[in-house]
């Protein structure tokens, strides 16, 4: 059994409550993260999957662990909420790992707390699987976020637009604070449960400030910093998330609360994989300025131990943080290192010509980094041949002022522009199988996208475009 530690629910009954999971009468193991579990301390040889299942579904709870859910707020689609809170998400506690880093264990759909509001408490076998896969991708991808340890599945029914069942996820994750933890205890007016707060993530997650006299400022500009080159990340990959509410903001910097997001197949400036997003507040494209938004929330919340100077200041160094991080990052996939004013200029032109082609963001550039000065490869994706050829043109351009040779540049293009990317469609196959008792497909695109730089050619029918049913799926926000 894991040894907890308690370090977030010793912080006081201010900041949230004890509740004993629910946990459900027939837990199944339906899939587990060997590798993670190991990290965490636990063998998979040396635990039955029974007992297991018994565990990461909360039926047995460790002696040293005191299941706690977390208080906080947020705003949502732009609107305070005084009081959410982990209404369906229990913290294990924390554990120290093989590499000595100290991480939480959380278990979601574990059943009510005082803050499920008018929820069950509970998560869909559907929703669980959309995290699981999504945040492993998200990891193997060296995208920053949460981590998915463990499914366990039930025939508890669950009641969402139609009857489904419940599952429960193993979340761990270097912290599970949000900027709404923060908002929660400013907009209380509960200033010294928010100094200890900051104090203990302070301790934990940033110790290289933690004897700074200006550990505050440091603190909120690293937030900015890792927010931004987290956001820039997500730009390069597709990745939209879809309800980047402050409560679902992570205070280190990781992809946290994987719900309605989605990988975009065609790029689409546009793409909301939210249907509930009526009005696309969360639009692929928006994410940048949405990211700013929170912040300043953040730095709301955050003004009894920051000057307001100090946090417009700080603000105002968000647009650099961010545009330095994607402009690189989108450089690195056209194999452009040297970045200039005209290379920024054709990043720009270039995804307009891809939107108006709609043409595949992940294969467009997986295609590319096998270009050799001759534009076919990129036929399928540039379809007008004139305008392909002016563009070839350019690009080679570019690529001659370079000083690197064609085989190393395809080989570090490949490093980042991924061949297999985690689509919908591909979710909603392993979903549909997995609903009727088959979970093959679940474990076969998790090892699939443990290695999505790969040519892995078993895998090879996943690296093709979406089926149009495919893209046209919409994703609801009920999980
Ligand atoms: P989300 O937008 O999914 O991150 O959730 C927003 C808030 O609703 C959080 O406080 C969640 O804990 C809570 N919540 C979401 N689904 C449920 C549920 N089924 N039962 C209880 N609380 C929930
Ligand atoms: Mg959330």
Redesign the pocket.
Known sequence: MLNFINGYSELGEEFGAFVNPEGFERPKMVAVNKELLKEIGIDAGSVSDDDLAEFLAGNKIAPTSKPFASVYSGHQFGGYSPR??????LLLGEVVTGNDSVVDLQLKGAGLTP???M?????VLRSVIREYLGSEAMFHLGIPTTRALSIVGSDHAVYRETTETGAIMGRVSKSHTRFGHFEYFHHNGRHDELQTLLDYTIERNFPEIKDEESKYDLFFYTVVKRTADLIAKWQCVGYTHG?M?T??MSIVGDTI?Y?PYGFMDNYESMYIPNHSDSFGRYAYAKQPQIGMWNLQCLGTALSSVITEESIQSILGEYPTFFNGSYIEGMAAKFGLLNITDEIVDFIFSTLKTLERNRADFTNFFRALSRFDGNGDCLAGFLKDEKARCEWVELYDGFLKLEDLATEERHEKMKSVNPKYILRNYMLQNAIEKAETGDFSEVERLHELFRKPFDEELEFEEYAVDSPDWGKKLVISCS?
């Open positions: 959410l809170g982990d209404g369906r998400a803050y499920s509001r929820g069950d408490g509970r998560a309800v509410n409560d679902n609360d719900g999980s």
